[in-house]
């Protein structure tokens, strides 16, 4: 059977340009700004990496932070061992950085800041106008790994002088396999893959026509239906941390009260395992995540939670929810009976 539908390659080069405007226009950018990529690591690595090869002339020294995603602290670790100088600064107990620790981290030899809009684990927003005026004031480049932020956050690449920024799709309601890096113009950045000239010689390898129209139109959506979407989900982030309080009074909100992502909620429940408590959860049909990973039998905290500086008997006891757009008042109410019910039964058996 032929076809349904030929796209020529003016056609879809038109669709990728169109596409490449949208991502652009909402985070007021240029067209000529946006490169497309695979996902949110790729971009986190394309910045990380491309900058530095490219500006290994200027210096060798980067500063992140210590609650960086994978993407980012990994990216790091490569550049270390290649002969990069990384300080990674610490944050508070709400998970947010010093900009006083920030600036006292700058030396001549700094070519990079990078660090994230929000946090995934914990919803905390870092002060990124002010990183970025520090970052200016410096002549030092400047990244943020937005891939939380976008659909969550108005973001203004000019407003926060933000030189670089990594988002992937299928954070805003996009198709899952894309991603885009901003790169302001005049910003001197390597490809880190050989092969092909696509993306002007950026990102090697065949567009990901689909996906990049998809990647436009969802964040064309998500722009547009912002206010709306943080209205929502805030009253229902708002129902659950005020169920959750009322009913275990020992939990504690991790993040920052205010200053957090509108659908993200990460609790410790003291003394409570995570994992079982997951599992329980997710027999009743609700799908969480802890902030442990279980190995060898122990459950180790992750980095953003020990970068908190949370005690071992929370640590183990974080239990993070992400609101979405189909979720409703009636499920926040399920969700809240069922982790009180079973936080009271796993606290009745100790
Ligand atoms: N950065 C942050 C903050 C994330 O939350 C994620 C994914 O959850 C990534 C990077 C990686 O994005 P992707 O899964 O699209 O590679």
Redesign the pocket.
């Known amino acids: 059977m032929p076809p349904l539908y030929i796209i020529n390659g003016r056609e879809a080069k038109r669709a990728l340009e169109h596409a490449r405007k949208q991502v652009a226009t909402a985070i007021n950018g240029e067209q000529k700004e946006i490169y497309f990529t695979?996902?949110?690591?790729?971009?986190?690595n394309l910045a990380l990496k491309g900058v530095s090869y490219a500006n290994r002339q200027k210096g060798n020294h980067i500063i992140t932070t210590k609650i960086?995603?994978?993407?980012?602290l990994q990216a790091c670790q490569t550049l270390e061992q290649q002969g990069y100088e990384i300080t990674y600064l610490n944050v508070d107990e709400n998970g947010i950085i010093s900009l006083q620790e920030l600036e006292n981290a700058i030396k001549p030899t700094t070519i990079l800041i990078s660090v994230?809009?929000?946090?995934?684990e914990i919803g905390s927003i870092q002060p990124i106008e002010e990183i970025g005026k520090i970052a200016r004031k410096h002549t030092i480049l400047f990244h943020t790994?937005?891939?939380?932020?976008v659909g969550n956050i108005k973001i203004d690449v000019e407003k926060c002088n933000i030189d670089l920024l990594?988002m992937?799709?299928?954070?805003f309601y996009g198709p899952?396999g894309v991603?885009a890096l901003y790169v302001r113009e005049g910003v001197l950045f390597e490809r880190i893959q050989d092969g092909g000239h696509q993306e002007k010689n950026k990102r090697a390898g065949t567009e990901n026509v689909a996906g990049i129209v998809g990647i436009g139109k969802a964040i064309e959506l998500a722009t547009q239906n912002l206010e709306q979407y943080c209205k929502r989900l805030g009253e229902l982030k708002q129902q659950y941390i005020n169920g959750i309080k009322e009913r275990i009074p020992e939990a504690k909100l991790n993040g920052h009260p205010e200053k957090r992502l509108v659908g993200n909620i990460n609790f410790s429940f003291p003394n409570i395992d995570g994992q079982e408590l997951l599992l329980a959860l997710d027999r009743k049909g609700i799908c969480v995540s802890t902030g442990s990973a279980c190995s060898s039998g122990l459950l180790n905290p992750s980095h953003v939670l020990l970068a908190i500086g949370l005690p071992r008997e929370y640590a183990q006891g974080a239990l993070r929810v992400s609101l979405g757009e189909e979720n409703t008042k009636e499920d926040v109410q399920y969700l809240i009976d069922n982790v009180v019910e079973i936080v009271e039964q796993m606290k009745s058996m100790q």
Request: glycine share 6%; aromatic share 4%.
């Open positions: 695979a996902c949110g690591s790729e971009s986190d960086e995603h994978p993407a980012i994230m809009f929000a946090n995934n790994d937005s891939v939380q932020a990594s992937s799709a299928h954070k899952k991603g």
